[in-house]
């Protein structure tokens, strides 16, 4: 198995972890939506023991995951499986707290929308969702390295920059308590289910 790499996953998981440490601390269970290389979840899981994490994604990312698993192993790691949104039903692992790094943009419109649809159905209440990466406000780009990156991303197929306000409007059943500003013009927005 070949481990990938993903130098926006080496700069952000500083940071995020900043984050986490503190928004999910009395978490026990997280799912994380869109795995990728696996780099985030073997560095988050080692510097936050108390929460077993689930790996997630589509199956060709599988042997990267498993890959990193296995060269930074941690007893509260999970192994990845396949969870698509819109493709597989809900997973079947009770978890209170979600996370998902720069899946948001690549995703169509619709599985953007269903993904907020089904945490804000599924997660358990007062259980805590965490989403990061670029986001427009009040329908207006909050930079122009992200209106450029916005465009090369439409023009590659994805479903491009969402914005803040539009995802609220989806998640029914989550509420957004924090909108936290993090480095290359991303954010971290921190959803509650009520």
């Known amino acids: 198995m070949t481990k990938q790499s993903s130098a926006a996953c080496e700069?952000?998981?500083q940071p995020i972890l900043d984050q986490l440490s503190h928004l999910f601390n009395s978490k026990s269970s997280v799912l994380e939506i869109g795995s990728?290389?696996?780099?985030?979840?073997?560095?988050?899981?080692?510097?936050?023991?108390?929460?077993?994490?689930?790996?997630?994604?589509?199956?060709n990312n599988h042997p990267s995951i498993k890959a990193w698993?296995?060269?930074?192993?941690?007893?509260?790691?999970?192994?990845?499986?396949?969870?698509?949104?819109?493709?597989?039903?809900?997973?079947?692992?009770?978890?209170?707290?979600?996370?998902?790094a720069n899946?948001?943009?690549?995703?169509?419109?619709?599985?953007?929308?269903?993904?907020m649809e089904v945490i804000g159905r599924n997660l358990q209440k007062g259980g805590t969702f965490c989403q990061y990466g670029?986001?427009?406000?009040?329908?207006?780009?909050?930079?122009e390295s992200n209106r450029?990156?916005?465009?090369?991303?439409?023009?590659?197929?994805?479903?491009?920059?969402?914005?803040?306000n539009e995802l609220s409007e989806w998640g029914k059943g989550l509420h957004l308590i924090e909108k936290i500003p993090m480095p290359a013009n991303n954010f971290?927005?921190?959803?509650?289910?009520?």
């Open 188 to 194: 971290l927005l921190v959803w509650q289910s009520c």
């Open 69 to 100: 698993i296995e060269a930074c192993p941690s007893d509260n790691l999970i192994a990845p499986f396949e969870f698509l949104i819109g493709e597989q039903a809900w997973p079947d692992i009770d978890v209170d707290a979600i996370f998902t």
């Open 148 to 164: 450029e990156f916005d465009q090369h991303l439409l023009k590659n197929g994805c479903g491009g920059i969402r914005d803040i």
């Open 11 to 13: 700069r952000n998981q």
């Open 103 to 115: 899946t948001t943009h690549i995703m169509q419109q619709k599985h953007a929308k269903q993904m």
């Open 36 to 59: 990728g290389t696996g780099q985030h979840a073997v560095f988050f899981a080692a510097y936050l023991p108390h929460l077993l994490w689930h790996c997630s994604d589509s199956k």
């Open 134 to 143: 670029p986001f427009n406000e009040g329908g207006q780009y909050t930079s």
